[in-house]
C-alpha cells in the first residue's frame, strides 16, 4: 500500500474521530441545557405555587409614607405605631388570615382613624387612606420565614401622596417585628404556617436565623 495513502487515511481517520468528539461535546452540552432549562423552569413552577398558596394564608401590613424626607418619614412610624397599637389592643386572636383580614375590612375606618390621630397628633397636614388589598411584595424575610416574591393580600395605609419607602410586616400569623439581629419568628407563627403548609413547602420558607420578637414589633423595610 502507497505509504502517502496510509497517511492520508490515518488523517482522515483522526479528523473523523475528533469530529465525532466535538459532535458528542456538542450534544452533551445541549442536553445538559435544556435538562438546566427544565430543571429551571420546574423549580420556577413550585415557587409561583408555593407563593400562591403562602399567599392564601397570610396577611400583611404595608404602610406607604407621602415622600422620603426625614419628616414624612418620622410620620410615617408614627402613624404606624398609632395603627398597630390600635390593632394590638382590638384585633382579636384569629385561627386564619381569612377571618383576620374579614375583621380589619370590617373595622378599616377604624383602622384608618388611627392613623389620622397620629398625624393629627404630629400637627402635620396629610390624608391618611386604610384598605385591604392586593400589593405586589419582592422577596422578604421575617426572621427565618421568607416569603417569596409575588400578591398577597395587605392592610395598606398610604399616607399622602404615598410616594415614599415604606414599610411592611405580616399581621397574620404574627410576624411583626424589630428588624434586628436579635429575633426570632414566634413558634406560634411559625406553627400556624406549619399545620397549612406541606412540610416540602414549610422547609422552603423557613432557614436558620437568631432573632427575638414578640406579637406586634416593628421591621423597617
Not at 461535546?25 to 413550585?46: H, Q, S
Not at 408555593?50 to 426625614?70: K, P, T
Request: hydrophobic fraction near 40%.
Amino acid at each position: 500500500m502507497d505509504r502517502s495513502y496510509s497517511t492520508r487515511r490515518n488523517i482522515i481517520s483522526m479528523a473523523d474521530r475528533r469530529a465525532s468528539f466535538m459532535i458528542l461535546i456538542m450534544a452533551l452540552c445541549t442536553a445538559a441545557l435544556f435538562t438546566g432549562m427544565a430543571y429551571e423552569r420546574a423549580g420556577a413552577a413550585a415557587q409561583a405555587k408555593l407563593q400562591e398558596h403562602l399567599a392564601e394564608e397570610v396577611l400583611r401590613f404595608h404602610v406607604l409614607a407621602n415622600s422620603d424626607s426625614e419628616e414624612d418619614q418620622s410620620l410615617k412610624l408614627e402613624v404606624r405605631d398609632s395603627v398597630l397599637s390600635f390593632l394590638e389592643e382590638n384585633m382579636p386572636r384569629t385561627d386564619s388570615a381569612a377571618e383576620t383580614t374579614a375583621w380589619a375590612r370590617e373595622h378599616i375606618d377604624d383602622i384608618e382613624e388611627a392613623g389620622r390621630d397620629a398625624v393629627a397628633a404630629s400637627g402635620a397636614d396629610q390624608t391618611v387612606s386604610a384598605a385591604v388589598t392586593t400589593c405586589w411584595f419582592p422577596d422578604k424575610s421575617y426572621g427565618d420565614v421568607t416569603f417569596p416574591a409575588g400578591n398577597y393580600e395587605a392592610l395598606r395605609i398610604e399616607i399622602g401622596a404615598a410616594k415614599g419607602h415604606n414599610w411592611w410586616c405580616v399581621l397574620y400569623p404574627s410576624l411583626c417585628f424589630l428588624d434586628t439581629t436579635n429575633a426570632v419568628v414566634p413558634e406560634e407563627g411559625k406553627q400556624k404556617l406549619k399545620n397549612v403548609l406541606t412540610e416540602e413547602e414549610y422547609a422552603e420558607v423557613t432557614a436558620t436565623s437568631d432573632f427575638e420578637i414578640s406579637w406586634f414589633f416593628f421591621g423597617e423595610k
